[in-house]
């Protein structure tokens, strides 16, 4: 399995932007997704995860009602739109297969695409 990460970029406080996580591999139409996020300094940490079928998710705290997680998996792709953005969400962004809000539950990783959140 191979995941790409993009939809990145520099966004003013309260916009809007969605990632893409693109997977190849038949692996990924049975797989849980999520998506982390690490500031500079900080450690890596977990911000949403879905179920192979879509219909289970997990939401951090602090983006609850403000980032939504999808997937198509006819276009093996993940998304993650994220709205109401605040300069604390400014982090490298990245996608991986597994389920939960633990690293260590997750076994292949996309390179990450940077989200910068000007105020």
């Known amino acids: 399995v191979q995941l790409q990460a993009s939809g990145g970029g520099l966004v003013q406080a309260g916009g809007s932007l969605r990632l893409s996580c693109s997977a190849t591999?038949?692996?990924?139409?049975?797989?849980?997704m999520g998506w982390f996020r690490q500031a500079p300094g900080k450690e890596r940490e977990f911000v949403a995860a879905?179920?192979?079928?879509?219909?289970?998710?997990l939401y951090e705290d602090s983006v609850k009602g403000r980032f939504t997680i999808s997937r198509d998996s006819a276009k093996n792709t993940v998304y993650l739109q994220m709205d109401s953005l605040k300069p604390e969400d400014t982090a490298v962004y990245y996608c991986?297969?597994?389920?939960?809000?633990?690293?260590?539950?997750?076994?292949?990783w996309g390179q990450g695409t940077l989200v910068t959140v000007s105020s």
């Open positions: 591999g038949r692996t990924f139409i049975d797989s849980a």
């Open positions: 991986a297969r597994g389920w939960g809000t633990k690293a260590y539950n997750y076994d292949y």
């Open positions: 879905i179920s192979w079928s879509g219909v289970g998710t």
